[in-house]
């Protein structure tokens, strides 16, 4: 009997139902065609050789953490980033990466006072572990705290969004521009709404949770965007979705491309 094709080394297979908080919110908002993916992706994935705006995400986490919010922060990543970029011998991809860092930092300097963030006392969480939302691990990481600290303070947390699709500044017609904008409007929503759930989960150890404190700042869009006016409901959608998460996690097949070629 012939035995079953084995997985490429590279690919890693989740035996158990888990998923980003990124990954859940595009699963809310797509046709069970979208939805489809968003499962066999996370189920199955490759870890990226260099991480998508790890050098800039770092920045900017370090610059909107200080109270100062010095301009050199950004600078100097920027001026390495330039030099690293230009140095003889370096691999395609790795170029790309570091222009790619340059134009996130250099995107957000330009939005910065759309975004809002410069007056809000912002500080760095913790490593938060993945929470339980009925019967799927979904691992929930902010960028910051807002305020909190202990007993009876309130505390909220942010995450900035710098991920390029879908983009709204390249649509053609101002019709797909909106319908873009409003795609990433409606993920950061739920986003916001599993940050309360993740804030939740901590028992009251970095203060009471407060809904108003969420945020995503979508570098892209220039916006802060906070709770939606039906919070609640899609709290209950987050658990909804999780329960049918949980119970097509098991029947999710790998595609043939992830197969190892004999």
């Known amino acids: 009997m012939a035995s079953s094709p084995a997985l490429h080394p590279s690919v890693r297979e ?5 998923m980003s908080a990124a990954a859940l919110a595009e699963y809310l ?8 993916n968003i499962l066999h992706d996370s189920k199955y994935s490759r870890p990226p050789i260099i991480s ?3 050098e800039a995400m770092r920045a900017l986490r370090t610059y909107n953490r200080d109270p100062r919010r010095s ?3 950004l600078l100097r990543v920027k001026e390495a980033l330039t030099i690293k970029a230009a140095t003889p011998g370096i691999r395609p991809k790795a170029k790309d990466e570091a222009l790619r860092c340059i134009e996130v930092i250099e995107l957000f300097e330009r939005n910065e006072n759309a975004l809002g963030l410069r007056s809000m006392a912002l500080s760095e969480p913790p ?3 993945a929470i339980e939302i009925n019967g799927v691990m979904v691992s929930i990481q902010p960028d910051m705290l807002v305020g909190g600290g202990s007993g009876r303070a309130r505390v909220g947390a942010g995450i900035l969004r710098v991920a390029k699709a879908p983009d709204p500044s390249e649509g053609k017609r101002a019709e797909t521009k909106a319908r873009r904008g409003q795609i990433r409007r409606e993920m950061a929503r739920y986003m916001i709404a599993m940050l309360q759930l993740l804030l939740d989960d901590q028992d009251g150890t970095l203060g009471i949770p407060d809904r108003n404190l969420c945020f995503v700042a979508d570098v892209r ?3 802060r965007i906070g709770p939606a006016a039906d919070h609640a409901v899609r709290i209950r ?3 909804g979705a ?5 119970k097509l996690w098991a029947s999710v097949a790998p595609k043939p491309g992830l197969f190892e070629k004999p």
């Open 14 to 18: 989740r035996r158990e139902p888990r």
């Open 29 to 36: 908002i797509l046709r069970p065609g979208g939805q489809q």
């Open 52 to 54: 998508a705006n790890g």
């Open 71 to 73: 301009q050199d922060t």
């Open 127 to 129: 490593n938060f572990d």
């Open 221 to 223: 869009l220039a916006e």
């Open 237 to 239: 959608d987050i658990r």
């Open 242 to 246: 999780c329960t049918q998460i949980s």
